[in-house]
């Protein structure tokens, strides 16, 4: 407390002043509130003011912040597992999607699932904590940041399903209605109404109220049940990371005999790749490469690998007149609707060029 201020209080004392005359001059004065009824406090008083709990204080702040990020990163990434499993599971016949009528291209499922994985368990440990203390300390229920942060988040949520009820009702009176574009506003309407639903009701359930409430043990449990079963149904998709470690060695087989492949035209052609071939001639205008050894060195654009990846046997390759084959092992079928010659079994699967009608390859 400052001297001056409490030096003045006396003197004012001394003039028989009240508290009420007192605070106005000192507030006219351009004296703080705080800092008036605490001078007066302790003017008459032996006992310090006790010091209420910090109800707005940097740590609450740093676990909310922490909690609603990864509640997003959770409904986001959820929303996205939510599209792709309905655009695999009802297509769209006036679409071309190969991403989805495949079984190659998994990232974005790889992708969701792992932020689901990471920020769902930390959003449920850092609930908790916050649980724990609005039970024990029911005051920090009252927090600035907790509730600016709670209303943000309904905030978004809210916007979200106006948004789809937008879009339902527009796509409704355009006549353009499918089933695939309900499940779609559907999938919004849940995963954003869930964390909307809770934290509403939660903001206007009484302080004595909290701690007996069951509502955070139901809205716990559709949680987790909602996120194990679009992780598990992710995971029967894409396969077990074996799986995935297995595909991605199959894409390197397929780039090596690419690069293979195009190498050993550069070698035989040159810088007239490209060129019609006139008609009638069988002849090449260099003969073909007598093995991979002698490709690799040759190579013009990059550095070849001539033996698989995985295992390190050398990939087959074998030459007959103008024609040639290169032929490796894959652990997985191949079947995608586009760049389809390299479609291929699991097993050994052999490729083969002529090099003449391949020639602009």
Known sequence: MSKSLAAFIAHARTKNMDHQTIRMLLLSAGWKEKDIASALASETLTMPIPIPSDTGSARDAFFHLLAFTTLYATVISLVILAFTYIGRWFPDAA?????????????????????????????????????????????????????????????VTACALIGDGITLLFTLLSGELTLRFILKVLAVLVLSGLPFGYYFSVLRIDHEQYARSSIHSKYLWSAVAIVMA????????????????????????????RAIENEIYNEIY?????????????????????????????????????????????????????????????????????????????????FEFDALDQRMK
């Open 230 to 257: 679009f992780v598990l149904c992710g995971i029967l998709i894409v396969g077990s990371p074996l799986q995935g470690r297995a595909e991605r060695f199959d894409e390197q087989r397929v780039s090596d005999l």
């Open 95 to 155: 679409m071309t999607d190969y991403a989805y009528a495949n079984s190659s291209d998994f990232s974005s499922i790889r992708w969701s699932i792992a932020v689901i994985v990471i920020s769902f368990p930390m959003f449920l440990f850092l609930s908790r904590i916050l649980h724990r203390e609005f039970c024990t300390k029911p005051e920090k229920l009252n927090s600035g940041v907790r509730r600016w942060l709670t209303y943000l988040t309904l905030f």
């Open 270 to 350: 040159g810088q007239e790749r490209g060129v019609p071939v006139p008609a009638g001639v069988k002849v090449l205008p260099k003969p073909l490469p007598k093995d991979l050894e002698t490709v690799a060195a040759n190579a013009l654009y990059q550095k070849l690998r001539i033996s698989d990846p995985e295992t390190s046997v050398p990939y087959l390759y074998e030459t007959r007149g103008t024609s040639f084959k290169l032929c490796a092992t894959f652990a997985l079928q191949r079947d995608l609707g586009y760049d389809i010659f390299w479609n291929h079994s699991a097993g050994e699967k052999c």
